[in-house]
Each structure stands twice: as structure tokens, then as C-alpha cells.
């Protein structure tokens, strides 16, 4: 839901796609339609998501032109919400567990960098409210909806604001998209998982085929005990952010040792700042240009930004290159520049 209090900056962003690109319905592999963007107030600071949608070209499957949204998206927000579950969870926890009122919530948030107006306070916890309120059982229109699609794919996240607090456990059925059951816990033993698990898709008659979550050992166990056999995904994403973490490490040291080697590029910039000639403005324009590379962090976990930046600096350079073979009035700037960054 969108408020009326501006935004601030995002200060990271995240591409998603779709992890499983074939149909679950008729198996053709759908395309990637179009990207949306959003922006998500989250308790970690503003975050900018690219989500690519995929839809089946498939006029005679039961899904076609439907959209198929990344899986990961629901772990950060629900559908046309503008603050993340991480906010709901702060929202609703305060509020229960220590007698919070708006004004104080207000103020708790606004300690923590959330914008948000008071008024939208209120509005997050009656949201709070109707998602713990959430049952199948208690709603036979969605029961039947699932149904009809034959099988399910659960996912299950829990979200902590802050350590000691409860955590709140969102179930989500895949193929649809709906929020199957959300409830807070005390604890993450494998037997709540168990029961939270069962009572998500308690009255559905159609099969679960699979189970979506983060590494977390407890879920592993809970989802083995409530649903034996059926096949349990790690999250792409958490799973990539693991894998590369050695890695990005290297990257980011490797980023570093690349600053250091571009720093002279600064008081190159100010000799020229108070000239006007055609020299200078190339020199102000590729020190622009490096500057714009330094600032460039990358995109965990596939975008290391050491490397983009050494890519950057590359090209940079290749200009260089090439305006010193058109005219010598660059030589200079050519020589002190490159001299700096060339790599080893």
C-alpha cells in the first residue's frame, strides 16, 4: 500500500528472476515479459528491487499470460506493499508484546531510519493483523482455488527484527502467490515448524511436490518430518550469497588494491578545475568517469564490484587509447592517467 511520506534513496539494490523457469502446468519454458521496480522501506535501509516477470506463451495451458514472480521477492515484501515483512514483524511484535502504542511505534521506527508516517504506523499493524489472521481452513473460495491447481509449492521464511524477539513465520504457496499462514513464535524448534507446516495446508486436498526455504536446519528437519519424500529447495538466492561469500571476500580486497592504484586521479581533476580549453574538459570528464567507477559497489552475490570496477577502468582506458591516436593533445593526460591503474 503506498503512503504519502517520501521516500528516501535506495541504498541497495537486488535483481531477481524466476528460479524455476518452466511451467509448472505444461512444462514449456516461459519467457521474461517485462522487469518492474520497487522500492522496499526495510529495516536494513531502503532497498531498490529489478524484478523480471516471466509469462507462458502457452495458449493452451491453464497458466498462460499469468506472471510468474521470483520466489525470493515474497521473502522481502508482500504484493503492492511499499515496507518489508521485516517491518510487519517489528510492527506487530512491539505492538503485542510490549503494549506499544502508534506514537511510540512511530518513534521506534523512526530510530531505526524507517520513514513512515504515523498514520501508515496504523495501517501496517491492522496489515499485521489480517496476516496472522490468515487460514485456508476458514476460507473455502482460496481452498478450492488451490486445489485446482492440483499441487503445491510451499515457501517458509521467518523474520526477526531484532535478536530475543519472536519470529515471524510466513507460508507461502508458490504457483498462486497467496500467504497460506503467518504466525509469530517464540522459538524455532522443529516440532512449531512441524505443526505450522500442517496447519498451513490443513482441508487442501492437493499434494505438496515441494518446499522453499533458506538453509536453516530446523526447517530442514520440520519439512522432512511433515512431508516425507517430497523434495526441499534452498532458496537460490541465500544459497549464492553462501557460496560466493570466499569469494566476494577476494573481490573486495582485490576493489581496495584497485583504488589505491587510481588516487592520483584526484589531483589531476583539481589542476584542471579552473580550465576551460578542450583539454581539460576531457580530463574533468574521465575523472568524472573514474569516480562514477569507484563508486560503483557491485551487486551481491553475482556482481562483485571489484571486478565491474576493473572492467570499468579497462574502458576507461581504451578511450584514453583511442583519443591519443586521434590527436597528441592527450598524451599527457593519457600517460598520467593510465600510469596510475594499469594492472599488475
Not at 537460490?236 to 557460496?243: D, G, I, M, N, S
Not at 586521479?265 to 562514477?292: K, N, Y
Not at 553475482?302 to 578511450?319: D, K, T, V
Request: proline residues 5%.
Amino acid at each position: 500500500m503506498s503512503g504519502k511520506t517520501r521516500r528516501a534513496e535506495a541504498t541497495e539494490e537486488r535483481r531477481l528472476r524466476p528460479e524455476v523457469m518452466d511451467c509448472a502446468e505444461c512444462g514449456q519454458r516461459p519467457r521474461l515479459q517485462y522487469t518492474t521496480w520497487r522500492k522496499v522501506a526495510t529495516l536494513e535501509g531502503m532497498l531498490r528491487l529489478k524484478v523480471s516477470i516471466g509469462r507462458c506463451e502457452n495458449p493452451a495451458c491453464a497458466h498462460y499470460h499469468r506472471p510468474r514472480h521470483p520466489v525470493e521477492e515474497g521473502h522481502v515484501v508482500l504484493p503492492h506493499y511499499e515496507y518489508g515483512l521485516d517491518v510487519l514483524a517489528f510492527i506487530g511484535q512491539r505492538r503485542y508484546r510490549e503494549q506499544a502504542t502508534a506514537k511510540q511505534l512511530h518513534a521506534a521506527l523512526e530510530q531505526r531510519a524507517v520513514r513512515i508516517s504515523q498514520r501508515n504506523v496504523q495501517y501496517r499493524l491492522e496489515r499485521y493483523d489480517e496476516l496472522v489472521a490468515l487460514s485456508v481452513r476458514e476460507s473455502p473460495e482460496r481452498r478450492v482455488r488451490l486445489e485446482t491447481q492440483g499441487r503445491l509449492i510451499l515457501a517458509i521464511d521467518g523474520l526477526q527484527p531484532d535478536v530475543g524477539h519472536e519470529v515471524l513465520w510466513v507460508i507461502r504457496e508458490v504457483l498462486s502467490g497467496e500467504v497460506l499462514l503467518a504466525r509469530s513464535l517464540l522459538s524455532s524448534r522443529q516440532a512449531d515448524l512441524v505443526a505450522l507446516l500442517r496447519e498451513a495446508i490443513a482441508g487442501v486436498k492437493a499434494p505438496v511436490v515441494g518446499v522453499i526455504s533458506d538453509g536453516q536446519q530446523s526447517i530442514g528437519n520440520a519439512v522432512a518430518e511433515a512431508f516425507p519424500g517430497v523434495p526441499h529447495q534452498l532458496c537460490q538466492f541465500h544459497y549464492w550469497k553462501q557460496a560466493v561469500g570466499p569469494a566476494w571476500e577476494a573481490d573486495r580486497h582485490a576493489k581496495k588494491e584497485l583504488k589505491k592504484r587510481v588516487r592520483a586521479i584526484r589531483p589531476l581533476g583539481r589542476a584542471v578545475s579552473e580550465r576551460e580549453d578542450e583539454e581539460a574538459q576531457v580530463v574533468q570528464g574521465d575523472c568524472a568517469a573514474v569516480r562514477g567507477a569507484l563508486s560503483d559497489e557491485g551487486q551481491a552475490p553475482l556482481e562483485p564490484g571489484g571486478l565491474r570496477l576493473h572492467e570499468r577502468l579497462e574502458q576507461i582506458e581504451a578511450s584514453l587509447q583511442r583519443a591519443k591516436q586521434k590527436r597528441g593533445a592527450c598524451r599527457n593526460l593519457f600517460s598520467a592517467c593510465t600510469a596510475s591503474w594499469s594492472a599488475p
